[in-house]
Nanobody
């Protein structure tokens, strides 16, 4: 089994930065893909970014150029560097991962999820 634990959320002003971390335990080294989703109350979980074990990454258009996803495989840790934050980035951010190669933008394709960390961007 795999456990994912996020940290690094908080309150920041528009234009500021935050760095989220996700530490994986268990079969973490087998994770083929890891990613970040975000969710507002009453809304569907939204894809933010994903990174393969190879290092290849992809982003949602809404965060491209502002967010950077990275992965430290020996440390079983994934990061999301968020710069130039906007109020519309406010959400609960979830770390996720899976052992298989499936479409990364679809949340139901992931079997492992963290508990979420709140990010609030004030205007």
């Amino acid at each position: 089994q795999v456990t994912l634990v996020e940290s690094g959320g908080g309150l920041v002003q528009t234009g500021g930065s935050l760095r989220l971390s996700c530490v994986a335990s268990g079969r973490a080294l087998s994770m083929y893909i890891m990613g970040w989703f975000r969710q507002l109350p009453g809304k569907e979980r939204e894809f933010v970014a994903a990174i393969y074990r190879s290092g290849k990454s992809l982003y949602a258009d809404s965060v491209k150029g502002r967010f950077t996803i990275s992965r430290d495989n020996p440390e079983n840790t994934m990061y999301l560097q968020m710069d130039s934050l906007k109020p519309e980035d406010t959400a609960v951010y979830y770390c996720t991962g899976d052992l298989q190669d499936r479409r990364p933008q679809t949340p139901t394709n992931y079997n492992f999820w963290g508990q979420g960390t709140q990010v609030t961007v004030s205007s």
